[in-house]
């Protein structure tokens, strides 16, 4: 088995039910090192579901999580974070209160070996690679919506995962933000070769981005493939065009 200890993340055979709902059923997913790929699908799909399970905060009914090849399948989050997992939040989670540089470095705290100057230092090279340094020392509550989105992605970064997990990390960004924050993941995956998995109902980012696209409908995966693959994939237009029909009806 090779091929399994080469992926930065293999997620085999979830599935998660919650009572009588299934949110996934029998997902595979596998991430290589430094790759770059999408989960999409209708509202309701499970994407955030399976971002639940593989960094530890839900459960999986069944199935298996590796990190590097290594099970993480039952190790508590912050464990899996320190084997190299880092995720954003649909609604993030800053501290209002603390500025950003501290809030970056409550973030790198979690990396060991570094005294309060180091994690300091550290900090602030990750918001200057962001083009926030001129951020750090404002308190959270300052910043514009679009600024918080981008120190909470800082924040993630700054423990250096191998893996990173985006969840929906356009919603609410202005056009000219969603770019910078394109051009901002190319910058660091040409740097660090973090692999990335991105959940985004923006498909122009996902076109663009990804290497690889995974799509999820009704807890199921229902097709994997290049972007321009999934984008001609039948059963992908249909998953998409009944989520409008429901919308329509509404
Ligand atoms: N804690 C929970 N308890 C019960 N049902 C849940 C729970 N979390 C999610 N679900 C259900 O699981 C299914 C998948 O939800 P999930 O949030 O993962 O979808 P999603 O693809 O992320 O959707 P969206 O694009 O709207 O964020 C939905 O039917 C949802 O109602």
Do not use: W
């Amino acid at each position: 088995m090779i091929a399994a200890t080469q992926n930065a993340l293999s997620a085999t055979g979830i599935t998660k039910r919650f009572g009588g709902l299934v949110a996934l059923a029998d997902v595979d997913l596998t991430v290589g090192n430094g790759e770059f790929v999408a989960l999409i699908g209708p509202n309701g799909a499970g994407k955030s579901t399976l971002l639940n399970v593989l960094t530890g905060l839900s459960a999986p009914t069944a199935g298996r999580i590796a990190l590097d090849g290594r099970d993480v399948t039952r190790l508590p989050t912050h464990r899996r974070i320190r084997a190299g997992l880092g995720r954003t939040f649909q609604h993030g989670r800053l501290f209002p209160r603390l500025s950003v540089v501290e809030n970056i470095m409550t973030g790198a705290a979690n990396r060991a070996g570094r005294g309060e100057a180091g994690l300091r230092a550290h900090a602030l090279a990750q918001l200057r690679r962001m083009g926030l340094e001129r951020l750090a020392d404002q308190p959270i509550s300052a910043l514009s919506y679009g600024n918080r989105r981008m120190v909470e992605l800082t924040r993630v970064l700054a423990c250096e995962p191998r893996v990173l997990l985006l969840d929906e990390p356009a919603a609410g960004l202005n056009l000219g933000e969603v770019e910078d924050l394109m051009a901002r993941l190319r910058a660091i995956r040409a740097e660090d070769r973090i692999a990335v998995v991105l959940i985004e109902h923006n498909m122009g980012m996902v076109m663009r981005l990804a290497e690889r696209v995974v799509v999820l409908n009704f807890g199921r995966k229902i097709a994997e493939g290049t972007p321009a693959e999934v984008q001609a994939d039948p059963a992908v237009l249909a998953a998409y065009l009944g989520e409008g029909a429901a919308h329509a009806g509404r």
